[in-house]
């Protein structure tokens, strides 16, 4: 079996299971927000009024909450739905809620890692289509509709049909200036917007063992985007390392056996890779940045569970360094303690110096909610994960996806630009 | 929920692959918890003007469609974020069945636990439909969709035939199952080792 099948069938008390396998799974972690929360709990609503008592959850210990797409709250509906979670998380005792303005929060997918909230060999579900991330710390992670987080609340399992693996076996090393975040817009681009439906995709290789944790939650969060159901990378020292530096050391890894079996192995050679962009509106529409040259920008973004993590800040803060922007640029730390760290070693300084905005950790304008819109005809480079009509603001703005590299070297120059032409 | 049997409208053509679910219900309306009236804010951005008229030429905004309960749409429908106020948008708007070669994931789910019938079918079959201005009869008892050209059979999972068939939440259905479920997951945890 490989890891995805071992983590299932442990979850499921069985020695073995094989893809299409339906299976009903403990469920080790659950998640919900500001927008699946208050969705959620229109489904406690609902089965309240039919009658049913819910006068405790499954085990609120393994219950964790984030507010982090309306917030700093938008207007007053999803303040509303801040006071709603917390009215929630009271009644029934669930103590990990990371509130805005206390302390640490975040984006999410980021508190997964950061706060080790999920653990390698874990089942763990959430109400958000980008909890796939969090594979990257060896965990089976899906993302749920409401109706079936308020069931895991409740129950503490769900069901699962056992997906195929498709395997990505990248091979060497990235080369400087090119990032993870190019790596998996390419596999996106070569297997399309649904080319990962209902699969799990897992990364592995030299090329995956080179890369950093964070490094690597970059390529499972974007899974999402071809569609999969999960993704994942096997646990390594560089995980256990990461993992211990944030308290967490007990826990039960699974790995894959010698015969694992997969539906299919792509092979990547890193070090050939390119800078890459995804043209709107989808993050299959790409090519390399340099081909686009020629498109003027009215916006970077550096943000998101996708591309606002500390070494994204970094690499941001390298091409920065005394140089100033071109164009509106805003920096969103996607949690507390990462934009805490980004203060700490110099980065804030290095990017307000180069005269960009930094902000609170929020989905806000990743998902076109708030926090720095686009407008009509707005042309907007960004770290983020979609670019669908509409997704960054108004329906006829446009999103370009890039790396975290190439969104700085494009800030400076005003147009997309290839970090490397930019030394 | 209303029970699913057998429903026969015309069928609204949506003819657009990777429709997400940004644009089935956008981002503004989801901090809205309620479940009903999501209807009026379906496909917001194709179906109004900036100014909040109608946009005449949008294939939802017809007359003929008006009580249409089918949708016909393209490849990856539902892709993107996970928002279950897509699929209470299309069930509030009249929508029972969904037609489409493929769907996403959590979407297609979310669909079944809202009373709303998402059916894969064949490039070829869904391309006929869409040429085809007859009403359809989709009839989940026997898993036949007809028109006036074709009669085709669809595939479904026995579970998500009952619920839709009586009418059945979930949630209620599985947990009302609680004991036998714990009762069969003991005896399946002592009839084999654990993995570790």
């Known amino acids: 079996m490989n890891i995805t099948e071992k983590i299932l069938a442990r979850a499921s008390g069985k020695t073995k299971v094989s893809p299409d396998d339906v299976i009903f799974a403990n469920v080790d972690k659950v998640m919900m927000h500001d927008v699946s929360g208050p969705g959620v709990i229109a489904v406690f609503e609902k089965l309240k009024k039919t ?141 399309g917007t649904d080319g990962g439906a209902y699969k799990t995709m897992q990364f592995g290789g030299s090329g995956v063992s080179e890369m950093s944790v964070e490094e690597r939650l970059t390529l499972t969060n974007m899974t999402t985007e071809a569609g999969a159901k999960s993704g994942i990378i096997e646990p390594d020292q560089k995980l256990r390392d990461y993992l211990a530096q944030r308290g967490a050391t007990n826990y039960s890894e699974v790995h894959g056996d010698p015969d694992a079996q997969y539906e299919k192995i792509h092979e990547y050679e890193a070090s050939e890779l390119d800078p890459i962009v995804a043209k709107p509106f989808s993050p299959e529409n790409i090519t390399i940045a340099r081909e686009l040259s020629s498109v003027s ?38 949690a507390i303690s990462i934009f805490r760290k980004a203060m700490d070693e110099g980065l804030v300084k290095i990017f307000m110096d180069a005269g960009a905005m930094v902000g609170p950790p929020t989905c806000g304008a990743c998902c076109g909610a708030h926090m720095g819109v686009l407008a009509k005809d707005e042309v907007c480079i960004s770290t983020t994960n979609r670019n669908f009509p509409g997704r960054m603001g108004h329906v006829e703005s446009k999103t370009y996806l890039a790396s975290p590299l190439v969104a700085a070297a494009s800030a400076i120059a005003g147009k997309i630009t290839d970090p490397r032409d930019i030394k | 929920m209303e029970p699913f049997i057998k429903i026969k409208s015309i069928a609204i053509p949506l003819d657009k692959v990777n429709v997400d679910t940004d644009q089935i219900i956008p981002k503004q309306f989801l901090k809205l918890v309620q479940k009903t009236g999501f209807g009026q804010y379906l496909f917001y951005d194709w179906r109004y003007e900036k100014d909040g008229t109608v946009k005449k030429d949008f294939v939802l905004n017809e007359p003929r469609y008006q009580d249409s309960k089918i949708l016909l749409t393209r490849n990856n429908f539902g892709c993107g974020s996970s928002r279950e106020h897509a699929a209470w948008a299309l069930l509030d708007f009249g929508f029972r069945a969904i037609l489409s070669t493929s769907f996403a994931d959590i979407f297609y789910n979310n669909c079944f636990k809202n009373g709303i019938l998402p059916i894969k079918v064949s490039e070829q079959v869904l391309q006929k439909l869409f040429e085809s201005r007859s009403e359809i009869e989709i009839d989940l008892e026997k898993q036949t969709i007809t028109n006036d050209d074709i009669t085709i059979s669809f595939d479904i999972e026995p579970h998500w035939k009952k619920i839709l068939l009586e009418g059945l939440d979930d949630i209620a259905v599985t947990l009302r199952h609680n004991n036998e479920i714990s009762k069969y997951e003991n005896a399946q945890r002592n009839s084999s080792l654990r993995v570790s």
Request: proline share 3%; charged share 25%; aromatic share 10%.
């Open chain 1, 51 to 191: 009658g049913m008592k819910i006068e405790k959850l499954w085990n609120p210990e393994k219950v964790w909450v984030a507010e982090d797409h309306f917030v700093p709250a938008a207007d007053k509906i999803s303040a509303q739905n801040v006071v709603l979670l917390t009215q929630f998380t009271k009644e029934y005792g669930v103590e990990k809620h990371f509130k805005y303005g206390m302390g640490q929060y975040g984006i999410c997918h980021t508190l997964s890692h950061e706060e080790a909230m999920v653990l390698p060999g874990e089942v763990y579900v959430g109400g958000d289509s980008h909890t796939n991330t969090t594979g990257a710390l060896g965990a089976f992670a899906a993302g749920l509709g409401h109706t079936d987080v308020a069931y895991v609340l409740l129950n503490g399992k769900i069901w699962f049909k056992v997906p195929e693996t498709i395997y990505f076996k990248i091979n060497g090393k990235l080369p400087d200036y090119v990032m993870a975040k190019d790596l998996i817009l390419k596999i996106i681009g070569d297997i």
């Open chain 1, 297 to 334: 920008l009215d916006k970077a973004y550096i943000g998101s569970c996708t591309g606002a993590k500390l070494e994204d800040l970094r690499a941001v803060a390298k091409i920065f360094k005394g140089r100033t922007v071109k164009i509106r640029t805003e920096i969103l730390p996607a």
